[in-house]
């Protein structure tokens, strides 16, 4: 049990978790860098405390300093938010071992998780789909690799283990190529995770990124929120998400969802959590699970009308949890835009002051930011400023609101990414419903060798 | 706990300035012990780059750098570790921060002739909260 809560993040996420520990009762401590020790948002935590220079490292990565924060200030909870420490499962452990609860799931599930090896063979288990492929590390030897890739059949990707959002991987197109693509992977994953184990898996050339929310309760107990489509990206970083995905047959989705329930259920996860899909030609294949909140939560929670981090909250106190599936019913549609603080065509982030900072309002319209007029964006951080996100009885309405509340957003003083959004809700094969993965890149491209 | 370990906790209690130490765990038992008053010349000399401390003009002596409460003294001693009026340099013990059943060591980032405790005993201090002040020269 805990009625105080540290909020181990920044930004509008600190923010977001804020208000949900009030809405319960809960007080609040924020840790904040001496970068952000100007943010007007710190004044709305019951307590508010400096733990490092601006530097991520000696900051919000910084172990030791966010537990002398909370036991300096009696905080009995940790809530990670997402990024930063929330996948770290020696965080988790450090914090259970300070007798504090930390609000995710337990270091185990992240580490299993963490382990995309690992986390498919468990996948496979609950039978959840996954993606063509063996769910073990490669051998060694070289023959035993290039059996495995002519029996998957190519193009194949390889992958590294310790690797996840877009990192540590490479495709290969055919079988001479193979060798040595998992020979510079392996030493790539070397380096980069301290881990070389690799696997491999069928390429899919066209898909749509889908991923189910989950709650879990501490008692067994757990639900999926319905379908997200995150398929706008560049760089494997998500742009623009909606849901629920579009043009999916809901038997089928119902019948993913409740394996990715089971599959929590069988490695006792609890929380929140999100299953990563690809969706190719009517399938679904198991990419990753992350074992936190996500950034674009705020979609689904339109959707079902359930405050994902009220949920988290109360299943991290230990309550049971109330919900049914049967009680689950998205309703309507939900999209939202992650406002950079970036140039909308180099995408170079543009850190400064904000000088005028209006945001749209109205029916069905949520900006979720930390930011006000004055408000100095820092360099050193991710450089999300605002998540603009909207809800219609359609998709068609929840396009015509987006379209509106942006016109309404009044940024000046920096550079942002909003004009790349309104360009992108004009495009008709997006407002079509179902592009895949790739498309906002080639979008791009074409933008670029138009002008 | 290898042997080797316990030359750091030599130089943890040296620089907090520790009279004893005792550890005990299932597998091992350790007790420290150092003179009450060792000569301030033994303590080392630490520098310390502290661009905040540069931009307050010099008026601060030394600033927290975790979480915590403020002491001015060891809980087991009578008098501050240091006392207004004082020549302090840099890396001198000027106070200590609590945080659950440590203490941790509040050094001097600058020299001079300590000044007032900018931070009130048991006050909760973070990263870079002034503590204590260097006297006006004039």
């Known amino acids: 049990m805990f009625d105080k809560v540290l909020i181990a993040n920044r930004g509008e996420i600190a923010l977001r978790i804020q208000r949900a520990c009030h809405g319960l009762g809960l007080k609040t401590v924020m840790v904040y860098s001496e970068a952000d020790a100007q943010a007007s948002y710190l004044q709305y935590a019951d307590e508010a405390l400096c733990i490092g220079p601006a530097a991520p490292g000696q900051s919000y990565l910084n172990q030791q300093a966010i537990i002398y924060a909370a036991q300096a200030t009696g905080a009995q909870a940790i809530h990670p938010g997402y990024g930063f420490l929330s996948e ?3 965080f988790s452990e450090r914090v259970e071992a300070a007798g504090m609860t930390f609000i995710g799931p337990t270091a185990d599930c992240i580490r299993q998780m963490g382990d995309k090896v690992a986390a498919k063979r468990a996948m496979r288990q609950a039978g959840v789909p996954c993606v063509p492929g063996p769910d073990g ?7 035993a690799i290039q059996a495995i890739g002519d029996e998957i059949g190519y193009p194949v990707i390889v992958k590294a283990a310790g690797g996840g959002g877009g990192r540590g991987m490479r495709m290969v197109e055919c079988a001479e ?6 020979s510079v992977t392996r030493e790539e994953a070397r ?20 991923e189910i929310q989950v709650l879990c309760d501490n008692h067994g107990k757990g639900v999926w929120l319905g379908s997200r489509d995150c398929s706008q990206q560049r760089r494997h970083q998500k742009v623009l998400e909606e849901a629920p995905a579009p043009g999916i047959d809901e038997a089928l989705l119902a019948a993913v969802g409740e394996r990715c329930v089971l599959a929590c259920q069988q490695i006792s996860y609890r929380g929140v959590g999100t299953f990563e899909f690809l969706y190719e030609d009517g399938e679904f294949y198991f990419i990753e699970m992350n ?12 959707t079902t009308g359930i405050d994902i981090v009220q949920q988290q909250l109360r299943m991290a106190l230990g309550e049971n949890l109330s919900l049914a599936q049967r009680d689950i019913r998205p309703h309507g549609h939900a999209l939202e835009c992650r406002i950079n603080a970036e140039d909308p065509l180099t995408f170079i982030p543009t850190p400064g002051r904000v000088t005028r900072w209006e945001v749209p309002g109205g029916m ?13 964006v820092p360099p050193y951080y991710d450089s999300m400023i605002a998540k603009v996100i909207t809800h219609g009885a359609t998709r068609a309405e929840a396009l015509a609101r987006m379209r509106t509340a942006l016109s309404q957003l009044r940024i000046e003083g920096i550079s942002s990414n909003v004009a790349l959004h309104r360009d992108i809700l004009q495009d008709p094969e997006f407002c079509a419903g179902s592009v895949d993965i790739h498309h906002l890149e080639r979008w791009l491209k074409a933008r670029r060798d138009a002008e | 706990m ?3 370990k316990i030359q750091q906790l030599v130089e943890w209690m040296s620089k907090a300035d520790l009279a004893s130490l005792e550890l005990q765990s299932a597998e091992f038992s350790v007790r420290l012990v150092r003179p009450r008053n060792p000569l301030a010349s033994a303590a080392p000399m630490v520098v310390v780059d502290t661009p905040l401390a540069a931009a307050s003009a010099g008026k601060v002596a030394a600033m927290a750098t975790v979480c915590g409460r403020f002491l001015s003294r060891h809980p087991l001693r009578d008098q501050a570790e240091v006392s207004p009026g004082q020549r302090i340099e840099v890396g001198d013990l000027v106070g200590l921060v609590s945080v659950g059943e440590l203490l941790l060591p509040v050094t001097a980032t600058a020299a001079g002739i300590a000044g007032r ?3 009130a005993d048991q006050q909760l201090v973070g990263y870079g909260t002034p503590v204590l002040a260097l006297a006006d020269p004039h």
């Open chain 1, 88 to 90: 770290n499962a020696a």
């Open chain 1, 137 to 143: 590390a490669l051998p060694d030897d070289p023959a």
């Open chain 1, 177 to 182: 190529a193979l060798l040595p693509a998992v």
């Open chain 1, 191 to 210: 380096r980069a995770f301290g881990n070389p184990d690799l696997y491999i898996e069928k390429f899919l050339g066209h898909p749509r990124h889908v």
């Open chain 1, 291 to 302: 074992t936190r909140l996500q950034v674009e939560h705020p979609v689904t929670e339109l």
């Open chain 1, 364 to 376: 069905g319209v949520r900006v979720d930011s930390h930011v006000t007029a004055g408000y100095q």
């Open chain 2, 2 to 4: 290898h042997i080797s």
């Open chain 2, 117 to 119: 405790f900018l931070a």
